[in-house]
């Protein structure tokens, strides 16, 4: 959610990858200075800073993390995928948004063409589900916790000081 947040305002662009680079777009190929989002631009993005590799398209990454978790609608957590579809059928997603606050449906997003990465709702009737890119068990080998995240650091390092209450050291 950090790294997502810390795209708010960044133009979007259809097939846009963000800092990752461009993608094919003959909007955003060869534009490696000023490079703007798409919807699963920024969630790529957003979850390769926690190590967790997600397909670059929105229908891959519904496929992919369905497969993983699909979370019942009420049962969202912050991190989770949300993903919508324009098509009558609502089973074919065409975008997709990290919840931020499941109690206020609220998500980031990279909405469409001519706006930002904004804070928005999903508290809409086009959305087709909600998916968790993670699992404890699915990621456990790589040493990701069962938030999704990983440490950062590397084999053979040690965490010498955790979290909480300090002491000056004078």
Avoid at 136 to 150: L, M, N, V
Wanted: charged share 20%.
């Amino acid at each position: 959610i950090t790294a997502a947040r810390s795209q708010l305002g960044v133009p979007y662009v259809y097939g846009g990858g963000g800092p990752d680079g461009p993608s094919a777009s003959p909007i955003a190929k060869g534009n490696f200075n000023d490079i703007g989002f798409d919807c699963s631009g920024l969630t790529s993005y957003a979850y390769a800073q926690a190590s967790v590799k997600l397909p670059r398209t929105t229908a891959q990454q519904w496929a992919e993390t369905r497969a993983i978790q699909e979370v019942p609608a009420g049962e969202e957590k912050p991190g989770d995928l949300v993903f919508f579809s324009s098509s009558s059928s609502l089973t074919k997603p065409t975008h997709v948004g990290i919840v931020l606050d499941p109690s206020r449906k609220k998500m980031i997003e990279a909405p469409t063409t001519g706006e930002v990465v904004r804070e928005g709702s999903y508290d809409r009737t086009d959305v087709i589900g909600f998916t968790r890119p993670f699992t404890e068990e699915h990621y456990d080998s790589a040493g990701i916790t069962a938030e999704g995240w990983r440490a950062p650091l590397n084999d053979g390092y040690s965490i010498t000081s955790y979290y909480g209450r300090r002491f000056h050291p004078i």
